[in-house]
T-cell receptor, first 110, second 115 residues
Framework: EAQVTQNPRYLITVTGKKLTVTCSQN?????MSWYRQDPGLGLRQIYY???????DKGDVPEGYKVSRKEKRNFPLILESPSPNQTSLYFC?????????FGPGTRLTVL | AQTVTQSQPEMSVQEAETVTLSCTYD???????LFWYKQPPSRQMILVIR??????QNATENRFSVNFQKAAKSFSLKISDSQLGDAAMYFC????????????FGKGTSLLVTP
């Protein structure tokens, strides 16, 4: 089954404690991206990757890092999370007419 | 970045009735894609319908159809014969051809379906 998986689905953490949200797709898509969703703001792109070792900033990249060492994986890294990064995060992969969103990760930073 | 505006934060419709959700966008491009996504309480993002700007014919998917007015930069979603399962947040999104697959989303419209 074609899908994008994210882990964890829920996370509560404290300010400054580094965390990684994993994202994996099994469709061999070259393009992957991360979005955050906040009430009243819709979804905004954080980072995207056109292919292995090729990543670039989206609209709201501050406080985040990504890496793309393998085509299937695109982890989102918060080196020093802050309360304003409390949000719902989506990973997505695209190619041609295909697009898949992951199930979302609800992150709370205290 | 292109702006996508959904002017209706909330809408309500009775079961079996028809509702139209509005979306306008701002772009200087002549070719692009437009999408409507549904986000039910499960939070999953579900693609409802897509429209290529070069196609004049409005896209249709079962009970969902769009009214695409390119000159007016308007892309409304019509849901016919509304069902309880249609209750969700709906997002309009724009994608330029030269932006990879980056999506610009509106702020969303929450649709309530009443029996």
């Amino acid at each position: 089954e074609a899908q994008v998986t994210q882990n964890p689905r829920y996370l509560i953490t404290v300010t400054g404690k580094k965390l990684t949200v994993t994202c994996s797709q099994n469709m061999n898509h070259e393009y992957m991206s991360w979005y955050r969703q906040d009430p009243g703001l819709g979804l905004r792109q954080i980072y995207y990757s056109m292919n292995v070792e090729v990543t670039d900033k989206g609209d709201v990249p501050e406080g985040y890092k990504v890496s793309r060492k393998e085509k299937r994986n695109f982890p989102l890294i918060l080196e020093s999370p802050s309360p304003n990064q409390t949000s719902l995060y989506f990973c997505a992969s695209f190619w041609g007419d295909e697009q898949f969103f992951g199930p979302g990760t609800r992150l709370t930073v205290l | 970045a292109q702006t996508v505006t959904q002017s209706q934060p909330e809408m309500s419709v009775q079961e079996a009735e028809t509702v139209t959700l509005s979306c306008t966008y701002d772009t200087s491009e002549s070719d692009y894609y437009l999408f409507w996504y549904k986000q039910p309480p499960s939070r999953q993002m579900i693609l409802v319908i897509r429209q290529e700007a070069y196609k004049q014919q409005n896209a249709t998917e079962n009970r969902f159809s769009v009214n695409f007015q390119k000159a007016a930069k308007s892309f409304s979603l019509k849901i016919s014969d509304s069902q309880l399962g249609d209750a969700a947040m709906y997002f309009c999104a724009y994608r330029a051809l030269d932006s990879g697959y980056a999506l610009n989303f509106g702020k969303g419209t929450s649709l309530l379906v009443t029996p």
